[in-house]
Every structure is written in C-alpha cells, then in structure tokens.
Nanobody
Framework: VQLQASGGGLVQTGGSLRLSCAAS????????VGWFRQAPGKEREGVSC????????YYLESVKGRFTISRDNAGNTLYLQMNSLIPEDTGVYYC??????????????????WGQGTLVTVSS
C-alpha cells in the first residue's frame, strides 16, 4: 500500500492550497480515510476525515468552515481543500487509511497506512 501526498507549499495568510493523496494497492472508497498534521514541536493531530459513505465527515474545530475534505473514488485520490490559511495551519500534512474501518475517525491509532507527508507553510 502506498499513499502519496502532494500539494503542499508556501502560501501567505489568507491563501489557499489543495492537498492530494494518491493511493495505490488500496481502494480509498472502501474506508474511512483522513488527514493529519504535525506542527513544529507539537504532536500530530487529526485535521479531517471522511467515512466510506462520503456523508459523515469530521473537522478539527480550528479548521471548520475553511477546510473541505473530498474523495475521488474513480481516481482513488483523497483531497483536502484549504482556504483562508493562517500561520497556525503550518505543518506537515499526512493522509492516512485504516486496515478495515469504514467510519470516520480523528484518532491516529485508528489508522495503519500513512503517506509520507507534505509540508504546508503559511507566512504572516
């Protein structure tokens, strides 16, 4: 299984980025999948997830209304649209998939497969 995250970069406050997570040897549509991030000097935290149904989603309180998670089942790719970025959003963003869970979870322990991470830097 491989999860390839991309789309990170340097952006000014108020800008936007769209992260992508291309999957191979796993069908993302079968599982609840998510995005996590790790800021410098901090623990990794769950940012967003989407259940297999595509209806149930979770967002970290601080990103609600600014980030949108989506999944392209045909392309087997997970996305995170990030708008109105602020410096506190800076960090390495990881996509993650479980072994069998279909529900949405913001907890690290519920995931098994992880992408390599993509760096997002928001300047003030």
């Amino acid at each position: 299984v491989q999860l390839q995250a991309s789309g990170g970069g340097l952006v000014q406050t108020g800008g936007s980025l769209r992260l992508s997570c291309a999957a191979s040897s796993i069908t993302l549509a079968y599982y609840g999948v998510g995005w996590f991030r790790q800021a410098p000097g901090k623990e990794r935290e769950g940012v967003s997830c989407i259940a297999r149904s595509g209806v149930s989603t979770y967002y970290l309180e601080s990103v609600k209304g600014r980030f949108t998670i989506s999944r392209d089942n045909a392309g087997n790719t997970l996305y995170l649209q990030m708008n109105s970025l602020i410096p506190e959003d800076t960090g390495v963003y990881y996509c993650a998939a479980p072994v069998r869970s279909i529900s949405c979870s913001g907890r690290e322990r519920d995931y098994y497969w992880w992408g390599q991470g993509t760096l997002v830097t928001v300047s003030s």
